[in-house]
């Protein structure tokens, strides 16, 4: 991977509400909307973000239902799994994660998990 790829992905987790999404997204897929209450930011924000993480391999969708649920990708790219896995470990030190894990786990459980 050159360096400016690597830039490219790095950036993705350069926003905060970015990595709550993934800090979401690490236990289980979820609906836009179940995003959106957890984070409390308004849908199309969510969506921004949601589109951002995916052009960078990050988050992909699958249409269930009738609706949209996204996960974290399954990675190929060793930076990607690197970074995730830091990630991952550390991202409850975020203070608004606990809170976000605890809103999304009192909604609704998404359809076709």
């Known amino acids: 991977m050159e360096a400016k790829e690597a830039g490219w992905l790095l950036r993705a987790f350069g926003d905060g509400t970015r990595l709550r999404i993934i800090a979401l997204l690490t236990h289980r897929p ?40 996204y996960r974290l990708t399954p990675s190929g790219n060793p930076l990607k799994e690197a970074v995730l896995a830091a990630l991952q470990r550390r991202l409850d030190l975020l203070d608004e994660v606990p809170r976000d894990r605890a809103r999304a786990t009192t909604q609704r459980p998404s359809r076709g998990r």
């Open 30 to 69: 979820h609906r836009v909307s179940e995003l959106a209450r957890a984070l409390r930011r308004p849908m199309p924000a969510v969506t921004r973000h949601l589109r951002y993480l995916h052009a960078r391999g990050l988050v992909e969708w699958q249409t269930v239902d009738g609706g949209v649920l």
